[in-house]
Structure formats: structure tokens, C-alpha cells
T-cell receptor, first 114, second 112 residues
Framework: ETGVTQTPRHLVMGMTNKKSLKCEQHLGHNAMYWYKQSAKKPLELMFVYNFKEQTENNSVPSRFSPECPNSSHLFLHLHTLQPEDSALYLC?????????????FGPGTRLTVT | QQQVKQSPQSLIVQKGGISIINCAYENTAFDYFPWYQQFPGKGPALLIAIRPDVSEKKEGRFTISFNKSAKQFSLHIMDSQPGDSATYFCAAQNGGRRALTFGSGTRLQVQP
């Protein structure tokens, strides 16, 4: 596979469930990102990882827990979510440094919290 | 100060016409201004980008115009085609942060 892949593509979960979103990039990048895209707000940055280390947390509630075991994989662990967390969750990757504005996005996971 | 304001929210253009989308920013620390294109069911994809030391950049039918003094930049799509129908996001990056700050998006519809 090439580019950035995300699984699952669609997820429906109850407020008491625990689930995880997975992202994998095959581009040799060292920076990875989680974004939230909803109808009410533009693309919102959630987390940034650079060489497996978290470098940004954009005041995200603790019910979202990211994990980056290596430069190719990124997870978003979800627990006790709220209905307003329903959105499209996008993963992206980039080279570090000056090329980091060139971000490659996956297709996203459409999350519905019931 | 991290906000990027984008207009219009939606745009309908006839085939062959020019589509123009505008963005404005406040943070003078921004030093890259990319535009992303998103089709339904897909993630955003980089379309074209500009640095503030250049007033215009053209790639095929897509042109970014940049006005540093006004802190505004715009995307022009010449000879718009139905295949250009998508949502377009402007963005800005502060070199000290890797994260992008996105505009609210413009849904472009090109009618045949």
C-alpha cells in the first residue's frame, strides 16, 4: 500500500465503549498528525508527533489518547466519548523541517458516537 | 491570532469561468501558505503553496496571489472544470510549529 492509510473507515460506538483508530504511513515521513474535521468547525489540529515524540497537544480532552509507537504508525485511543465527538478524524504525515507544510492526509475515519 | 479567515463559504462557477477564493490572516509569523483540495470521501490533498516573499505562484490552471501588506492571499482557478468541484481549504504555517492552521473551507461547484 502507498500513502497514508486509516482504519477503520467508519466507526459507530456508544458513549461507554473503548475503541482505537489506526493510521499508517508508507512515505518515510517522520512527523504525524491527528486532525478533527466536523461540519461546525474547520480542520482542527489535535496532536503532533515528531520522531515518535508528542510535540503538540491542542488542548484535547483526555478521553482522546494518542500513541505513536514508531514513525510509521499512529493510534488514537477513544474512551467515554460524547456525541459531539462525532466527526471525521484525519491522520496526516510529513517530512520534518521546512517541508512540514506539505502534509499528506489519509482518507479519514468517520466516527459516530451514539 | 492563529486564525485564518476564508471566504466565500460556497461558490458556483460555470465551466470555463474563473473561481476565486480569498483568505486573510493576522499572525505575521506565518511563513507558508498552502492550499488544499478535498473531494468527498477523501482526505485533503496539497494543491499549491506559496511563501510570503513571492507575490504570485502559478501551477497550471491554479494561481496563488499573495499580498503581504494586506495579509491576504487568494486562489484563482482559471478555466474551471466540473472535475474541480471540491472543497478548498487555505492554510498557514508558522515555521516554528509544524501544525497547519486551516481556513473554514470553500465548497466549489463548477456547473457544466
Amino acid at each position: 500500500e502507498t500513502g497514508v492509510t486509516q482504519t477503520p473507515r467508519h466507526l459507530v460506538m456508544g458513549m461507554t465503549n473503548k475503541k482505537s483508530l489506526k493510521c499508517e504511513q508508507h512515505l518515510g515521513h517522520n512527523a504525524m498528525y491527528w486532525y478533527k474535521q466536523s461540519a461546525k468547525k474547520p480542520l482542527e489540529l489535535m496532536f503532533v508527533y515528531n520522531f515518535k515524540e508528542q510535540t503538540e497537544n491542542n488542548s484535547v480532552p483526555s478521553r482522546f489518547s494518542p500513541e505513536c509507537p514508531n514513525s510509521s504508525h499512529l493510534f488514537l485511543h477513544l474512551h467515554t466519548l460524547q456525541p459531539e465527538d462525532s466527526a471525521l478524524y484525519l491522520c496526516a504525515s510529513s517530512l520534518p523541517g521546512q517541508r512540514s507544510y506539505e502534509q499528506y492526509f489519509g482518507p479519514g475515519t468517520r466516527l459516530t458516537v451514539t | 491570532q492563529q486564525q485564518v479567515k476564508q471566504s466565500p463559504q460556497s461558490l458556483i462557477v460555470q465551466k470555463g469561468g474563473i473561481s476565486i477564493i480569498n483568505c486573510a490572516y493576522e499572525n505575521t509569523a506565518f511563513d507558508y501558505f498552502p492550499w488544499y483540495q478535498q473531494f468527498p470521501g477523501k482526505g485533503p490533498a496539497l494543491l499549491i503553496a506559496i511563501r510570503p516573499d513571492v507575490s504570485e505562484k502559478k501551477e497550471g490552471r491554479f494561481t496563488i496571489s499573495f499580498n503581504k501588506s494586506a495579509k491576504q492571499f487568494s486562489l484563482h482557478i482559471m478555466d474551471s472544470q466540473p472535475g474541480d468541484s471540491a472543497t478548498y481549504f487555505c492554510a498557514a504555517q508558522n515555521g516554528g510549529r509544524r501544525a497547519l492552521t486551516f481556513g473554514s473551507g470553500t465548497r466549489l461547484q463548477v456547473q457544466p
